[in-house]
């Protein structure tokens, strides 16, 4: 046989054989990590402005979905909000809001009570139509920055509407300031 010949046929050979291989029908699956975790980015914040797009996650009850005229949002009876603070020291509630003429020739001069956290803040009476603020300090320890602060404005009456609704304040803005 040539040297050729056996050259061939000893490399066809070990061709033949890396083809024998056993190659496992299953794979181990990888290492499972968990993933980092911390705490959730809230989307709440300490103000809102109600034509903000981002707006509507402040909104518990009682506060229209729809931005009127782009800018303002209505009311029913019963207004609630949640805001999440950074910071708990020499915080103001505030809420800035329009009274609608026609809203109190229907209720009459309107009592808004103001609670944070289930807690009455103030009772305010208004008798004039037009923009309104209300701003108050609110003790330090009926706040917290672990969880949402809740903050209602409980109306006094409202407008009620030939298709049902129900119209109290106008409002354009609230939540906490410094």
């Known amino acids: ?51 903000e797009p981002a707006a509507e996650v402040h909104f518990l009850r009682d506060i229209s979905p729809h931005v009127e005229a782009g800018r303002f949002r209505w009311t029913q009876q019963k207004p609630t909000f949640q805001f999440q603070l950074k910071d708990i020291s020499h915080r103001k509630l505030r809420l800035e809001f329009h009274l609608h003429s026609d809203v109190l020739k229907a209720t009459g001069p309107l009592t808004i009570k103001y609670s944070v956290n289930g807690r009455p803040l103030e009772s305010v009476t208004y008798t004039k139509d037009g923009a309104q603020i209300f701003e108050k300090l609110v003790p330090l320890n009926w706040l917290t920055v672990d969880s949402p602060t809740v903050v209602t404005a409980n109306l006094s009456g409202t407008l009620k509407t030939p298709d049902g609704n129900s119209l109290g304040l106008i409002l354009t803005a609230a939540g906490f300031l410094e």
Request: net charge positive; charged share 20%; hydrophobic share 35%.
């Open 1 to 51: 046989m040539s040297s050729r010949r056996l050259f061939c046929c000893i490399a066809f050979s070990l061709l033949a054989l890396t083809g024998c291989v056993s190659i496992p029908d299953t794979y181990a699956p990888p290492m499972q990590r968990k993933p980092v975790t911390g705490p959730e980015p809230s989307s709440l914040r300490e103000f809102v402005r109600v034509d």
